[in-house]
């Protein structure tokens, strides 16, 4: 199986990235971050690598989306409680992000979406497992 996950970003603005994402919460294994990336950890073995559109290019011959434009991925994010859904998405916000879609609360599930100064879309969720494994989802 699979024991670590890289989601790889193009962004414009690697500083006004990486500031936007730390007032989020997140932090940034300097090892792997340089003036072109920037390694952001997300939980145990799981990271979102920002680059640079000129360090996206080293990987890939394909035009980079807008992502204010076309969708391009959704990264869903689980969290622990629907108070840590709220309270990653009001700090997006606060720090500058757009909220992509309007809360959706299923019962079993609670979601919030929002975009990065990219435009990249971003959905936390909560969702109660008791539910799920009794089939009521």
Not at 15 to 40: E, Y
Request: proline letters at 3%; aromatic letters at 12%.
């Amino acid at each position: 199986m699979i024991s670590k996950i890289f989601v790889n970003l193009p962004v414009k603005d690697l500083d006004k990235s990486m500031a936007f994402f730390k007032a989020v919460g997140f932090s940034f294994n300097p090892q792997f971050t340089d003036k072109t990336a920037a390694c952001m950890v997300m939980g145990n073995d799981m990271y979102a690598m920002l680059l640079t559109h000129d360090k996206v290019k080293e990987f890939s011959k394909k035009q980079i989306a807008d992502a204010h434009k076309t969708t391009e991925v959704l990264t869903a994010v689980a969290v622990e409680s629907k108070a840590k859904v709220n309270e990653l998405a009001d700090k997006a916000i606060k720090a500058g992000g757009n909220e992509a879609y309007s809360p959706k609360d299923y019962g079993f599930m609670f979601t919030r979406s929002f975009e990065d100064p990219d435009g990249h879309i971003w959905e936390v969720f909560w969702m109660d497992e008791a539910q799920v494994q009794k089939g009521q989802a």
